[in-house]
């Protein structure tokens, strides 16, 4: 199993940044993947998910609204467009993969259930 995350870099608040995740060596289109982050002096914060179905998508309170995640099924990448963005978006971002695969109807958001993750990439914002 592999993620490998792109795309962070410096933003202007208010500004926008794409972050994607490659991933490989697991039947990716079978597993739930989220976005999760970690700010300095922080715990790792659970961000947004996505289910199997593509369209089932799911966002802490302080994203929601700015953030949009989706997956590319045919081409394996995960990606999170992150918009109007704010000082306190600056982390680390990681994309993991979910323990188990099929459709999760619950525990989404609960950093416990992924068990691969990235290296991450730095996301951050600031004038």
């Known amino acids: 199993v592999q993620l490998v995350e792109s795309g962070g870099g410096l933003a202007q608040p208010g500004g926008f940044l794409r972050l994607s995740c490659a991933a490989s060596?697991?039947?990716?289109?079978?597993?739930?993947m989220s976005w999760a982050r970690q700010a300095p002096g922080k715990g790792l914060e659970w961000v947004s998910g996505i289910n199997t179905d593509a369209s089932s998508t799911y966002y802490a309170d302080s994203v929601k609204g700015r953030f949009t995640i989706s997956r590319d099924d045919a081409k394996n990448p995960l990606y999170l467009q992150m918009n109007s963005l704010k000082p306190e978006d600056t982390a680390l971002y990681y994309c993991?993969?979910?323990?188990?695969?099929?459709?999760?109807?619950?525990?989404?958001?609960?950093?416990?259930?992924?068990?691969?993750w990235g290296q991450g990439t730095q996301v951050t914002v600031s004038s």
């Open positions: 060596g697991f039947p990716f289109s079978m597993y739930v």
């Open positions: 993991a993969k979910r323990r188990t695969g099929g459709y999760a109807y619950t525990k989404i958001n609960e950093i416990n259930e992924y068990d691969r």
